[in-house]
């Protein structure tokens, strides 16, 4: 049986919290108290963008956001191949690696969104530093479970087909060319296509984000949506909305299912499947177009040709002399890069404890006051969340018609990215007695529950028939049902999707709790809000405090409750 | 300067193996693979490497074509040592592993390519070789659309596409089914003996003692722990072997003999418990289920059956067959002679017996196992009468390193059938069982 794909972050059966996790925790510390410092000298006033709310405009708008997404996507892709490769390849490198990625990868991305954009203005020209502020945000809520996803495919290509690249001597290069990427793409393929729609929630965020008389936001659909609601203009809004679905579901048809289709001959599995391949007409007409052909014929096969002899190993008589000197030259180089990074580590670590031990008692009891409330909204969305999505999973998992009705439905809207839609809910909340606290703990909802719901629906379809059957022959009763069958078995998959729900919830606290909205600033008690008010008034200590806070947090968080419920799932819940 | 004719003169060896050892791990823990392996195979000649699962055949095969470094020992290819892969050899895999994105051709030009030859001489190459083994038309298929055995075919082509002068076969019938892997067999041999193939030697690893009979010149027989060679036989029947003459079973048998061994004295079968000095013994992967076959099967034969015989019959192969054996004579119900099983009286007792009295005759047999009567006693000896699992597993590493873990799965098996001790799966630990208090 072909095991279901779970969404969510797949690392956590390694130790708890260990040395090299204090080590990172430190390194995190030191490389902010390193921006912060920078962030001294970003000017007190941004002025942002103008949107024009033209319908005609939009096209431009949706171009400019698209590519922002296409070009940290890109960087992500590289990131994870070379990182990845590494990882695997070296054992030394691992060791400090994998560590480093399993921290990165469940560090709240968005409480960096104000220390990187502060940091590059300081450095940059305004309208440069914001469009790569929002490109080094995305590129960091992408690149980690692309980059574990590579690293794990590598490391377990079976070994008899290491060994044949082996005894017929690939290089490395063609090893890497018709074993390695190849036995990675599905995986990668998939986690890109989650990667890429979880870009969508940090490049609105990023779009979006304003604070005091620091308008960091970017011209594209986020910001369109923005400038709409805050004018009240709701056929701009709808317009807006329409657009960014267009787009979502255009990339989908001629980007993403394409791929899919043209990947599945890298399934590994020796058996042809009853599932019917992935199709896409887009696919099936460059796949039948001459011109392509002609490229490939022409452009594509000629060129990997050429590479492919040439990183061919040299002959056996050849020096390893030369070959020597570099290996040295290299090494010596990567010593002293080394030493550089260590030193400004140090400095940037002492920089950190010399800021915080200067913030004064009531910020840090701010910061206590401020982590319970954010926690204790992230619960409630996680409730919620789970109220819904798991009788709706196991409806539309048990019933194909239902399915098939719902299905394309349920993955349109989950595309869409919460943080879009939050100054259009904002804009209906604002007048209702604790507005903002609903409307945030709604966009935590709305930024999660997808990844619940999809894990529910893989986790009721991964249930065995025969199960299924026996609870039908010992006619348990509904409640009998839920309690033996359909919770243990969908207890995994609930882990694995409340733990990425958990992480976006605490994401979506920064651009939730703190609001500038016509004109007025709105704000709520919390983490999130915290990070943004250090942000809008400058106080940097503040700010460095309650972003290290956010990322202990969660860190701490994931590395205690959720490990120990994840090793429960792994160990006593799995069904084989 | 290498090249592949002139420096190896007629008579010596293609390839000799010289007190090759493999072990893994570091000072506290060693666990060694192969031990003392001497090999000559000689130009001309299919040797087979035979033994049952875990004596390191396939190790000692891969140490061969250079895929992993020996311990110590060396290796020679006419005469030189190589370093690395061996560029006159390759391998035929067990699980055949092409690359299933590839076609049958790319998975053929790929190893061309490797070695710089230009496009159209590929071509033409893996066209001929792709015919050689009879998959032409095939040549567009992806491997997922093949049979198991046309699967194997390419992996036979690919091999031949860089002309080997060593062949190396690992388990390469194994995956197939019955009828293909009979069909695979005859064309390699009719290919091999018609000297159709640019190749100088073959060396097959194998468990299959008929499939070495009917295809090697001599076989060379491994035992396990740590793997060594037990002895060498040499196969001088003409070809085409027929499986029905008496001269090939004679030769079965006598091979079979030699794999199974004998049933050594009881001290020195059982060795010593965990932690004590002295070699302890390994617990047989065997089921429960299977040995009550195997002594029902011993008991109707009337007490005394050929291996050879008691395998085909029960259609296990050698890997499964040995193990349920090893521990009828762990717990002292069968014996092995040249190549037969005879049922102790024991044996005969235990076969006949209902199911209850079957566990008490375990029961009691199997705590002359010292693994086994050291988890017992101290059960027994334990205050609160529960032991961690954590607790022996620390203990059996020093015994058995990465397989302790199998090893007290196994035990705790033995245990819970003889009622002697269970295991409380939520909690980690292990209990007497009450009725031994």
Known sequence: MRRPFRFGPVSLSRPSISAADLVVVAGLGAVLALAIRLAWRAPAVVAGPRISLAVSALPWYALLSTSRMAAAYVLSLGFSLAYGYFAARSQAARKVLMPLLDILQSVPILSFLPVVLLGLSALLPQGIATELAAIVLIFTSQAWNMTYSFYQSVTTVPQEMREAAAIFRLSPWLRFRVLDLPFAALGLIWNSMMSWA?????????????????????????????????????????????????????????????????????????????????????????????????????????????LDLRANLPAESEGTKGRGLWRRLSLAVLALLGFAAAAALLFGFYRAVVTLAGLPAAGWAALGTGVLATFGR????????????????????????????????????????????????VLALLRVPGGLNLAAVILMLAGTQWYLLFNVIAGTAAIPQDLRDSADLLRLSRWQRWKTLTLPALFPFLVTGAITAGGGAWNASIVAEYVTFGGETHSTVGIGSLIAQATAASDYRLLLASTLTMVLAVVGINRTWWRWLYLQAEVRFKLE | MMTTTTTAPASTDLLTVHAVTKSYGTADKVFTAVKDIDLRIAEGEFVCLLGPS????????????????????????????IKGVNPYATIVFQTFALFPWLTVEQNVTVALKARSVDPPTRHATALRLIDTVGLDGFEKAYPRELSGGMRQKVGFARAMAVEPELLCLDEPFSALDVLSAEALRGELMELWLGKKLPTRAILMVTHNIEEAVLMADRIVVMGKNPGHVVTEIAVELHHPRVRKDTAFQALVDRVYAAVAGHTPSEAESLGTAPGQPGHTRRLPPARINALSGLMERLNEEGGRSDLYRLGADLQLELDDLLPVLESAQILGFAQVTEGDAVLTPLGKAFAEATILTRKQLVAGRILRQPTILWIFETLRQDDNQRVARSFFLDKLRADFGDEASNQLDLAIKWGRYAELFDYDDDRDELYPEPAQE
Request: net charge positive; charged share 15%; glycine share 8%.
């Open chain 1, 198 to 306: 979880g870009g969508w929630f940090f490049l609105m965020a990023a779009e979006i984000f304003r604070v005091g008389s620091r308008d960091f936001r970017l011209a594209g659909l986020g910001a369109y949506l923005q400038t709409a609601a805050d004018a009240n203009d709701l056929k701009a809004v709808a317009a807006g909305v329409i657009t960014l679905i267009l787009t979502i579901v255009l990339l989908d048809q001629i980007l993403w299912r394409p791929v899919l289709a043209w990947a599945d001959k890298f399934k590994v599995e020796m058996v042809s499947s009853d599932a019917p391949p992935p199709r896409s007409w887009f696919y099936d007409v460059v796949h039948h177009s001459h011109l392509i052909g002609w490229l490939r014929r022409r452009c594509w096969l000629p060129v990997t040709e050429r």
């Open chain 1, 378 to 425: 992230v619960v409630a969305s996680l409730v919620l969340a789970l109220l819904w999505t798991v009788p709706v999973g196991v409806a539309i998992g048990t019933n194909r018609r239902l399915a098939g009705v719902l299905q394309p439905v349920v993955q349109v809207v989950a595309s869409i990215p919460a943080t879009a839609l939050f100054p259009v809910l």
């Open chain 2, 54 to 81: 875990g004596c390191g055949k396939s190790t000692l095969l891969r140490i061969i074509a250079g895929l992993m470094p020996a311990t110590s020992g060396e290796v020679l290819y006419c005469g030189r040592h």
